[in-house]
């Protein structure tokens, strides 16, 4: 299994700031013939399912503004939040889906300071 | 717009099983995987496993023993049943949508399932007596 580890658990960022979440997987999920980072971001908001932000580990969803981005290829990966909102408070999940079972991280909690 | 509707009952008694449906309007479950996800209260995500319209699955092995997920299209409906069910399976249980991703290797091209982009809202499943 690929495991994904995300730190910190918890941040907190005043508004405006930058906040930056990391994920690592315990493998490889660089797939060589194509060039592919097979990993997700996630945001989920209390009471609501999880909304796509990026694949391919740095392609933003439609509809995601771009204070947010992602980065990082192979095992290290990188959610950043230029300019942090109050709307942006919510736990962010990294998943990979390079293989199965399809592993999330355990995810960041990011609150205003 | 495609949705997803996930129904089936909020109580389910110890050793029993788990039944789902989760209902895709306002699209096809053509050419997409679609799976199963849950999420104990307060606790993180688990993929549960998932079906190719064509009703090819693949399951968690963590719960493979345990479960299966079928699809019928002509309702639009994807299903799970979890049997034997404890409290451990306690959980807010989503249905998720992956697009088809496409990858080659020396065996050929092959079809693979992308990140999940679009969820239903959840339904919480007690597993109580």
């Known amino acids: 299994d690929i495991v994904m580890t995300q730190s910190p658990d918890s941040l907190a960022v005043s508004l405006g700031e930058r906040a930056t979440i990391n994920c690592k997987s315990s493998?490889?999920?660089?797939?060589?013939?194509?060039?592919?980072?097979?990993l997700a971001w996630y945001q989920q908001k209390p009471g609501q399912p999880p909304k796509l932000l990026f694949y391919?580990?740095?392609t933003r969803e439609s509809g995601v503004p771009d204070r947010f981005s992602g980065s990082g290829s192979g095992t290290e990966f990188t959610l950043t939040i230029s300019s942090l909102q109050a709307e942006d408070v919510a736990v962010y999940y990294c998943?990979?889906?390079?293989?199965?079972?399809?592993?999330f991280g355990q995810g960041t909690k990011v609150e205003i300071k | 717009q495609v949705q997803l509707q996930e129904s089936g009952p909020g109580l389910v008694k110890p050793s029993e099983t788990l039944s789902l449906t989760c209902t895709v309007s306002g699209g096809s479950l053509s050419s997409y995987y679609w799976s199963w996800i849950r999420q104990p209260p307060g606790k993180g995500l688990e993929w549960i496993g998932y079906?190719?319209?064509?009703?090819?699955?693949n399951y968690n092995p963590s719960l493979k023993s345990r479960v299966t997920i079928s699809i019928d299209t002509s309702k639009n409906q994807f299903s799970v049943k979890l049997s034997s069910v404890t409290a451990a399976d306690t959980a807010v249980y989503f249905c998720a949508r992956s697009p088809v991703t496409n990858y080659y290797n020396s065996n050929g091209g092959h079809i693979w399932p992308g990140g999940f982009d679009n969820w239903g809202q959840g339904t919480l499943v007690t597993v109580s007596s």
């Open positions: 493998q490889s999920v660089l797939y060589n013939s194509n060039n592919k980072n097979y």
């Open positions: 079906i190719y319209y064509s009703g090819s699955t």
């Open positions: 391919w580990a740095s």
């Open positions: 998943q990979q889906y390079y293989s199965t079972p399809f592993l």
